[in-house]
């Protein structure tokens, strides 16, 4: 009986291990493969390179977002910011954009007219365009080019100061100005320093300092053996007024020659009454 | 008509052309130190002999290993001065060498020697440095205190007009 007993326990508790078996089986199954799992986690974790292959998409999508987002997202408080700024602190802001945007426009609109004023000679170019003809002649009863016709009155060039100054020694012979506003000893000097400056810093040898551009002014020089002429000029220089310029420069040239033995080229005052005489017409 | 000449400052950056030039011109003086950039060119009109004389000076850079200065600005003068500062050897120790330079890209012309800077210096240095050095026809100058600027480019006016 005691056997029967025992072999019943016996048999029950060989039961409970093969159940038990069983069941851990599973389980040591299903821990091995979360430790799997969490060693494979770990180690992602732990190589940036696999975290990033990862996570890299999601920042991206978030910045993308951001990105498109920014405007709507931070936009307003931004303008408010700048808008509190310009509204507490109007003069400084009135103070630093006034000469820029002053410069700018007035730059701008000179080379707009500039360009304008070409691209309509490029037209009228046109040999055979029967406006252009016609242009052609309205300009050649008023005296003055077509291209001029059109922008009449717009920032038209002016013949500032004018310089006859001596090659080297930078020595005025003469000057003819609008209005004196320095001294023209002190800005013959400083041209041809300037002068002298471009020729040496660019080794340009035989090339020469054309002009100098400003703003709205120009600096034209034109040079000759002796001496040179510097022709400040404001405004916009069209082609027919570089012509009539280059005209009366070479003009002026001879009548210097001419009369090298009588003038004594040193008389500031006589070389002046001449550069008056010949240059004051151009500003009319 | 007022005839106009062209002087032109030499030496060492720092020795006080620039200065010499504003106490001379405007009657001023500054202990700042602002290099010469190229060259800049001012005027004052002098009477020699009774006569007026423009005096056109040009201020050129003392030239140094970073700034070059044109040779063209050098070009066309009708005098020149050499100026050195009295406290720095090196600004004087070639001074016939860079006069001789000068002669030899120029036309011959009028020029004045001018040790600047005299008011930083004893009156017993100063000695030591007249006897060492080649010439005996120096200005010894401050554009601090004024001493002798007037009469450098005096004697230089006078020199040119000759
Ligand atoms: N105490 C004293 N200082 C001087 C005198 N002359 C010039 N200085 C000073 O020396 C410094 C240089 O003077 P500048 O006149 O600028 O020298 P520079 O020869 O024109 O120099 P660069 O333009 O660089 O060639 C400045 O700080 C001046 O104040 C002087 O006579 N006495
Ligand atoms: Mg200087």
Do not use: C
């Not at chain 1, 039961?15 to 038990?20: S, V």
Request: proline residues 2%; neutral net charge.
């Amino acid at each position: 009986m005691r056997d029967r007993e025992h072999k019943e326990v016996m048999g029950k508790s060989n039961l409970m291990i093969k159940l038990r078996e069983l069941l851990l089986e599973e389980d040591r199954i299903n821990q091995e493969k979360l430790t799997n799992e969490v060693q494979l986690l770990k180690d992602e974790f732990n190589t940036r390179s696999k975290l990033e292959h990862k996570i890299d998409p999601i920042i991206e999508d978030h910045l993308d977002k951001l990105k498109t987002d920014f405007p709507t997202l931070f936009g307003p408080v931004i303008t408010e910011t700048i808008k509190y700024q310009i509204k507490h602190s109007q003069d400084e802001v009135v103070d630093a954009l006034y000469p820029i945007i002053g410069k700018l426009i007035r730059k701008y609109i000179a080379r707009e007219i500039e360009m304008l004023s070409e691209k309509v000679d490029a037209q009228l170019d046109i040999a055979f365009s029967w406006k252009g003809w016609i242009n052609r002649f309205k300009a050649w009863f008023s005296g003055s080019k077509e291209t001029d016709i059109v922008f009449q009155g717009v920032a038209e060039p002016v013949i500032e100061e004018i310089f006859v100054i001596e090659q080297n020694s930078g020595l005025l012979y003469g000057s003819y100005s609008r209005n004196k506003t320095m001294d023209q000893d002190m800005i013959a000097g400083m041209l041809t320093a300037i002068k002298s400056f471009v020729v040496e810093a660019f080794k340009s040898g035989e090339q020469e300092l054309e002009s100098i551009e400003y703003e709205s002014y120009h600096i034209l020089f034109k040079s000759f053996k002796k001496y040179f002429l510097a022709v400040a000029v404001s405004g916009t220089i069209t082609a027919s007024f570089k012509d009539k310029l280059d005209g009366t420069v070479l003009n002026f040239a001879n009548k210097l020659r001419k009369q090298a033995q009588e003038v004594n080229n040193t008389d500031t005052d006589v070389f002046s009454g001449y550069l008056e005489q010949y240059f004051k017409e151009i500003n009319k | 008509m007022i005839l106009s000449k062209k002087v032109i400052l030499l030496g060492h950056f720092g020795v006080g052309k620039t200065s010499l030039i504003q106490k001379f011109v405007h009657s001023k003086f500054s202990e700042k130190y602002i290099t010469t950039i190229g060259v800049k060119v001012d005027k004052k009109v002098v009477r020699v002999n009774g006569r007026e004389l423009s005096l056109i000076i040009w201020d050129i850079a003392g030239e140094n290993a970073r700034q070059k200065v044109p040779q063209a600005y050098k070009m066309g003068a009708h005098g020149a001065i050499f100026v050195f500062d009295v406290m720095r050897p090196s600004t004087y120790e070639n001074i016939e060498d860079d006069i001789k330079h000068m002669q030899s890209i120029l036309p011959p012309m009028p020029f004045v020697l001018v040790g600047n800077k005299k008011d930083l210096m004893s009156e017993q240095k100063l000695n030591v440095l007249k006897k060492a050095l080649p010439k005996n026809d120096f200005f010894f100058s401050s554009a601090k205190t004024g001493e002798l600027v007037e009469e450098m480019f005096g004697k230089l006016a006078k020199l040119m007009t000759q």
